[in-house]
């Protein structure tokens, strides 16, 4: 069977891993989030070979270009092979985590929020208390 030429474009979101499920990717398009050729789009949309994408998920930006299409999703390494990034969203992306992973490193969250067992919450209540 022959890959179609044109695809709905939550369908293609999902085929090419940006999100987990079609639905994930329809309401990320219905809310704003992904933009065909600097345009607000409908899940619906059918979308070729050649159409500039840029998605927004996660606090991180893709502007890319589709290469191909898919009817069913594949592995991540197939899923990769369906569009091309632009140098400037890789680097700017890029550049976005390695910031994000320093501020985790100097915020240290290795102490785990807890629930305060029975002494704990004396001791709680006794300081709002007096």
Same mark, same amino acid.
Not at 9 to 12: F, R, S, T
Not at 49 to 53: E, H, I, R, Y
Not at 114 to 120: A, I, L
């Given at each position: 069977m022959s890959e179609p030429e044109v695809i709905r474009?939550? @369908?293609?979101l999902w085929t090419a891993r940006f999100f987990k499920t079609r639905k994930l990717a !329809?309401?990320?398009?219905?809310?704003?989030?992904?933009?065909? *050729?600097d345009q607000r789009a409908k899940p619906g949309k059918e979308v070729k070979?050649?159409? !500039?994408?840029s998605i927004s998920k996660d606090n991180y930006r893709?502007?890319?270009?589709? !290469?191909?299409i898919n009817g069913q999703r594949r592995s991540a390494k197939e !899923?990769?092979?369906?569009y091309e990034e632009s140098p400037e969203s890789l680097a700017k992306r890029e550049q976005q985590i390695i910031q994000n992973r320093e501020q985790r490193e100097l915020f240290d969250f290795s102490a785990k929020d807890? @629930?305060? *067992? @029975? @002494?704990?919450r004396r001791l709680i209540h006794r300081f709002k208390q007096g």
């Open positions: 474009l939550d @369908k293609w !329809a309401e990320a398009i219905s809310g704003g989030k992904v933009h065909v *050729n070979t050649g159409v !500039a994408l893709w502007d890319i270009r589709i !290469a191909g !899923a990769v092979l369906l807890h @629930k305060p *067992n @029975k @002494k704990e």
